[in-house]
């Protein structure tokens, strides 16, 4: 069992449909996602985004237009925190993570908790590349009836991997047909905040024993995500969606990710969210932007 900072309990069996709990959020991430794709300055464009947040119904506002956010209260946290610039350039960073590799020869990909970005679908992937998605059934269920619902064919050879991370997910992924002897692109995307210690960890050995030497990883590391929850402003924002983000995010002490992968023996690079940001042009500004103090984008490489 694992338990969130204010003692939430999430057990092994527990699972989430796209409008509950961290599925909520990845509903949340959509939206945002639609909003950049809105920008005539956008960093990436996702044509799915906006129909995967109206197709869920959720609870509350989930605007996904300009037009969207105006309409709404001027104290809505869609006004205020301005989520579209940060999740603009940390879908655009991982999003030239996952070309660089191709161009690096990698064929072989693998997206944890890949929630509802569907980038098997709108990215340009290398020929010959297979990408898997791991994330829980009823969340990649959601996202394939929609997405058959655009007539939204994948631009690579995509195995979906219905299980929970808290599960024996890397049999589930070899079943899949993964082969650990290729060198693999592997990305966590806000994950490891909702990840306690020991899973932060098994995950990252995982990862190094299932790949082969050449293989990338990128992760959304944070370095004290308890300490931006101190800020009540901040804290507030799942509020409007019914969450209190302090029981779904873990801040416990726990080695940082480049650390224990430089002690696997990965080669990493670890770059601020505000100068990655200002690399792609972007002003991060907003609630989310306070969050660039601690938010930082990670990648590794395992020598040959």
């Known amino acids: 069992m694992a338990r969130g900072r204010k003692g939430c309990s999430v057990t092994t069996?527990?699972?989430?449909?796209?409008?509950?709990?961290?599925?909520l959020t990845a509903l949340g991430v959509a939206a945002a996602r639609a909003l950049e794709t809105h920008r005539e300055d956008r960093l990436?464009?996702?044509?799915?985004?906006?129909?995967?947040?109206?197709?869920?119904?959720?609870?509350?506002?989930?605007p996904t237009s300009?037009?969207?956010?105006?309409?709404?209260?001027?104290?809505?946290?869609?006004?205020?925190?301005?989520?579209?610039?940060?999740?603009?350039?940390?879908?655009?960073?991982f999003d030239d993570f996952f070309l660089e590799a191709g161009q690096a020869g990698i064929q072989q990909a693998v997206i944890l908790a890949s929630?509802?970005?569907?980038?098997?679908?709108?990215?340009?992937?290398?020929?010959?590349?297979?990408?898997?998605?791991?994330?829980?059934?009823?969340?990649?269920?959601?996202?394939?009836?929609?997405?058959?619902?655009?007539?939204?064919?994948?631009?690579c050879a995509h195995r979906p991997v219905a299980i929970d991370l808290r599960e024996?997910?890397?049999?589930?992924?070899?079943?899949?047909?993964?082969?650990?002897?290729?060198?693999?692109?592997w990305l966590a995307e806000g994950l490891l905040p909702y990840l306690?210690?020991?899973?932060?960890?098994?995950?990252?050995?995982?990862?190094?024993?299932?790949?082969?030497?050449?293989?990338?990883?990128?992760?959304?590391?944070?370095?004290?995500?308890?300490?931006?929850?101190?800020?009540?402003?901040?804290?507030?924002?799942?509020?409007?969606?019914?969450?209190?983000?302090?029981?779904l995010l873990h801040s416990d002490d726990r080695p940082e990710a480049p650390d224990v992968l430089r002690g696997f023996g990965w080669k990493t690079e670890v770059e601020g969210s505000e100068a990655k940001a200002a690399r792609y042009g972007r002003d991060l500004s907003g609630l989310f932007?306070?969050?660039?103090?601690?938010?930082?984008?990670v990648e590794a490489h395992k020598p040959e």
Not at 70 to 86: F, G, H, N, T
Request: with cysteine; glycine share 6%; net charge negative.
């Open 115 to 155: 929630g509802l970005d569907a980038r098997a679908q709108r990215l340009d992937w290398a020929a010959g590349t297979t990408v898997f998605e791991i994330d829980q059934p009823k969340v990649l269920e959601f996202k394939q009836t929609v997405l058959d619902g655009l007539d939204a064919a994948p631009k």
């Open 44 to 62: 990436i464009s996702d044509p799915y985004a906006a129909a995967f947040v109206k197709a869920a119904d959720a609870p509350a506002p989930m």
């Open 168 to 185: 024996n997910w890397s049999a589930a992924l070899t079943e899949a047909g993964f082969d650990p002897s290729k060198p693999t692109a």
């Open 196 to 247: 306690p210690k020991e899973a932060e960890q098994q995950l990252l050995e995982t990862i190094d024993r299932l790949s082969a030497p050449g293989s990338r990883l990128a992760v959304e590391d944070f370095a004290n995500v308890g300490q931006i929850f101190e800020d009540e402003n901040i804290a507030d924002f799942g509020k409007e969606w019914g969450l209190d983000m302090r029981e």
């Open 13 to 23: 069996g527990q699972q989430w449909d796209i409008v509950t709990s961290v599925g």
């Open 66 to 93: 300009p037009a969207e956010v105006a309409a709404l209260p001027e104290d809505s946290i869609w006004a205020q925190a301005k989520m579209e610039d940060y999740m603009g350039v940390r879908s655009r960073c």
């Open 289 to 297: 932007g306070q969050m660039t103090h601690a938010s930082r984008f």
